[in-house]
Structures are given as structure tokens and as C-alpha cells.
């Protein structure tokens, strides 16, 4: 079973940086995709960033030029550097694993971002 963690959240103010690290149990070179998703208070959950196992990232349109999402084998851990925060950016922030052993699928307790106006 692949055990993800997270930390990092926090409050900021508009217009501050938070970092959020992922942790994973794995080589995290193992995964086909490593991504993070937030979920507001009466929302869905959303992809926020992810990053494949070859490298490429993808980003939801709120974030592209704000939130950079990268990673470290060393340390098995994917970091999302949020930059130029917004109020709309509150949420829960989860780290999520895709592979292709059983369960095919992990998600990690999730970290509290809150960004103050």
C-alpha cells in the first residue's frame, strides 16, 4: 500500500507563497502520475497540478503561472510551490498517486491552505 503525506499548508495573505510536500513511501519513479487536488468548502474536488513519470506537468488554468509543481527522487517527494496566492486558492489540498500495481490509486490525508484577503 502506497502511504502519501503531506505538509506544508498554512494561512497567507493574498498575494504570499506556501510550499506543500508530498511524501510518499515509494519510489515515487514508480508512479505513472503524481498530481495535486483541492477541494472548497460545497465544491468538487479539482486537479490543481500533476506531473508524469517522464516529467511533463499539466495545470489547471487558475494556477498556470503561479503554482509550479516538481519533484525530488531523492527524498521520494513532489512539492507544489503556490506563488502569488489567492483567496480563491482555499481549500484542502491532496497529494494523489496513480501506478499501475493494485490499488491502482492513493491519496494522502490533505493539508489546509487559507488564504486571507
Known amino acids: 500500500q502506497v502511504q502519501l503525506v503531506e505538509s506544508g499548508g498554512g494561512l497567507v495573505q493574498a498575494g504570499g507563497s506556501l510550499r506543500l510536500s508530498c511524501a510518499a513511501s515509494l519510489n515515487i519513479f514508480s508512479f505513472n502520475v503524481m498530481g495535486w487536488y483541492r477541494q472548497a468548502p460545497g465544491k468538487e474536488r479539482e486537479m490543481v497540478a500533476q506531473?508524469?513519470?517522464?516529467?511533463?506537468?499539466d495545470y489547471a488554468d487558475s494556477v498556470k503561472g503561479r503554482f509550479i509543481v516538481y519533484r525530488d527522487g531523492t527524498k521520494n517527494t513532489m512539492y507544489l510551490q503556490m506563488n502569488n496566492l489567492k483567496p480563491e486558492d482555499t481549500a484542502v489540498y491532496y497529494c494523489n498517486a496513480k501506478y499501475s500495481y493494485n490499488p491502482g490509486d492513493s491519496w494522502g490525508q490533505g493539508t489546509q491552505v487559507t488564504v486571507s484577503s
Open positions: 506531473i508524469a513519470s517522464v516529467g511533463s506537468t
